[in-house]
Structure formats: structure tokens, C-alpha cells
């Protein structure tokens, strides 16, 4: 696509992302509550977003099953106040949603895998009411307008006019450093538009590319962001990231995804993927009710965290805290 082109595809997404943001009055009442109340904390669902991220891994999921995942779960509970038992129903179902827009069916986790791989207390029923409950609030369609999207065209600008940048300017960093910053909330009150281009300027930043930087700026104009707006993002960015960095870090080291659990939770996981010993089958004799046999699905009464869960994206400089701790003293 050329550069006219993309520019035109940025105004028109511009235009349109106060459509998808959450109410910031729900976002802030989130932020105002305490963790010993009723309703939903901040802590509370920057935990739930770590674990989205821990099931997006787990499964190979996008990172734009991620993003819209995030913004469908924000959104909703800027509007809609609920209980904290009902939090892993709701962000489960946004993923869900998220991955039956943007992956290919074959790919898609059955509802079950979800529910027993996050260690759920809900069933696959609770699951699809919930998504029903969510798409009629939200109006939800099949798509919505991210940081993501306008890091995307940022991207795809910048390498237009700066090709043999493709290497240093990775597309891949930013999605990870995007998805550091959606597991806070308070990241949830920006633009898109400028939080995408807080990103872009960090990373030109550490590039140090003239060329890119003044690309950035003409996108700034272009968009008509404030230097104010874009200032106070680009702080709140580098802070964030920094949080999420450390020297142990700095390389990733893209080892098998391993899934680090109890012994009870591993014993309740081996009982699922447990064959059924099939009665064998007499030769010149066919009796149909042996081949109907089959095993009931059991589902957990656990509910435990998925924080320990480390995909590709936790073995990189940036990815939720608590999981860098784990892997570090692993």
C-alpha cells in the first residue's frame, strides 16, 4: 500500500476510535475502588488482563486477538458494573470473541480447552451467554479500532519511506511493549492513536533515526495530536516500559512453553487428558454400543491464576511482572 493510501486508511480509522474507548468515567471508578470492596479493582483486572495474555500465548493466539480481547473486556466493564467472581467468565468470553474475529477457525480453542486450561468454575454454556450478554451491550460486530491498528499503519509508513529500517524498527517489539502496557488500566484511558505513537517515538528513540523521528512528527501533524497529549503519553510509556525491563531479560530466550503447576492441579490436568481404555473389538463381530462409548468432560473446580503460564512473548523483555519473576528464579 502506498503512503497516500495509508495516510488515508489512518485519517479514517482516526476518525473513529472514540467509538471503541471505554467510558473513562467507568475506567476511573475501577481505579477509585479498593481491593477489599465488592466490585472490581484495578489490581483485579490488570491481573485478568496478565492472564489473557498467559492464555494468548498458550495457545498461539495473535497479538491482535490480544488487543481486541483487552478493549472488548475495558470497554464492557466501563460500563457495566459486576462482581469479581464473574471477572473470569467476562474476560474469557472477550477472548473468545476476539479469537473468532481474528483467527482462522482451525485454530480456535473449543470453549471447553479454555475453561479448563484457565481453570475456571464456569461451563461452556456460562461462556456463551456471556458472549451474547457482551456483543448486545458493546454492539459488537466484528471488529473495533486499537492502538494496535494505528501501530500497524505507523509501522507500514515508516518503513515506506525508510526501507532498510525493516530490521531495527521490529513490528514484533512493539506489539510486546503494546501489550506491557495494556496490563495497566490506566493505559486504557488513552487514544489509540497517540498511545501507538507514544510507542513508535519511544522505539525511534532508542534507534536513534532521524529520519523515522521526523516521519513520527509529520504523523503527529497529520493527526493533529497535541505536543501536551503526546508528551504526557510518551512519559507514562517510558515509565511503564522501564518497569517491565530488566538486564536478565534483555534477550529472549524462546525455550518450549512450559505450564509450571501443583501437584494437585497437575493430577486434575492429567485426568483430562487421560485416553479411556476402549474395549477391544472381536474380529468378524460388530456390536454397536462399544462404539459409543464415551467420556464426560469434568471440569475444575480450580480456578487458580494462569500467571505461571510462560509463552514466547514472556521470554522477552516485556511481559507482565510477576511472570518475569517466576521465569528469572525458575
Known amino acids: 500500500m502506498d503512503a497516500f493510501k495509508l495516510m488515508k486508511e489512518l485519517r479514517v480509522n482516526y476518525e473513529q476510535e472514540a467509538h471503541y474507548l471505554p467510558k473513562e468515567t467507568g475506567l476511573r471508578l475501577i481505579e477509585s475502588t479498593t481491593e477489599d470492596d465488592s466490585r472490581i479493582s484495578a489490581k483485579c483486572r490488570d491481573a485478568k488482563v496478565e492472564d489473557l495474555w ?30 469479581p467472581k464473574h471477572l473470569s467468565c467476562l474476560s474469557v468470553s472477550c477472548l473468545h470473541m476476539a479469537a473468532k474475529v481474528t483467527e482462522e477457525e482451525c485454530n480456535l480453542a473449543p470453549p471447553v480447552e479454555l475453561i479448563r486450561i484457565g481453570q475456571c468454575r464456569f461451563t461452556a454454556s456460562d461462556l456463551c451467554r456471556m458472549e451474547k450478554i457482551v456483543a448486545e451491550k458493546l454492539n459488537f460486530k466484528s471488529k473495533a479500532v486499537t492502538a494496535l491498528t494505528f501501530l500497524d499503519l505507523y509501522h507500514q509508513i515508516a518503513l515506506s519511506h525508510c526501507t532498510d529500517r525493516k ?3 521490529s513490528l514484533e517489539k512493539l506489539e510486546a511493549q503494546l501489550k506491557a502496557c495494556l496490563c495497566r488500566i490506566s493505559f486504557s484511558k488513552a487514544k489509540p492513536s497517540v498511545l501507538a505513537l507514544s510507542l513508535l517515538r519511544q522505539e525511534i528513540h532508542a534507534v536513534q533515526s532521524e529520519d523515522m523521528l521526523e516521519i513520527a512528527c509529520h504523523i503527529q501533524r497529520h493527526l493533529k495530536i497535541t505536543d501536551v497529549e503526546l508528551r504526557l503519553w510518551s512519559e507514562r510509556v517510558a515509565r511503564c516500559l522501564s518497569d517491565y525491563s530488566s538486564p536478565e531479560c534483555s534477550k529472549p530466550n524462546h525455550r518450549k512453553l512450559q505450564w509450571i503447576v501443583s501437584r494437585r492441579t497437575a493430577q486434575n490436568l492429567h485426568s483430562y487428558r487421560t485416553v479411556p481404555e476402549l474395549p477391544t473389538i472381536p474380529e468378524h463381530c460388530w456390536d454397536e454400543s462399544e462404539s459409543e462409548d464415551s467420556c464426560e468432560d469434568v471440569m475444575s473446580s480450580g480456578e487458580e491464576s494462569l500467571s505461571s503460564s510462560l509463552g514466547s512473548d514472556a521470554e522477552g523483555p516485556y511481559f507482565p511482572l510477576h511472570l518475569r519473576r517466576k521465569h528469572l528464579h525458575a
Open 54 to 83: 498467559s492464555l494468548t500465548s498458550f495457545f498461539g493466539y495473535s497479538t491482535q486477538t490480544f488487543v481486541l480481547a483487552v478493549n472488548l473486556l475495558d470497554r464492557f466493564l466501563a460500563m457495566i458494573r459486576i462482581q
Open 167 to 169: 530490521e531495527i524498527l
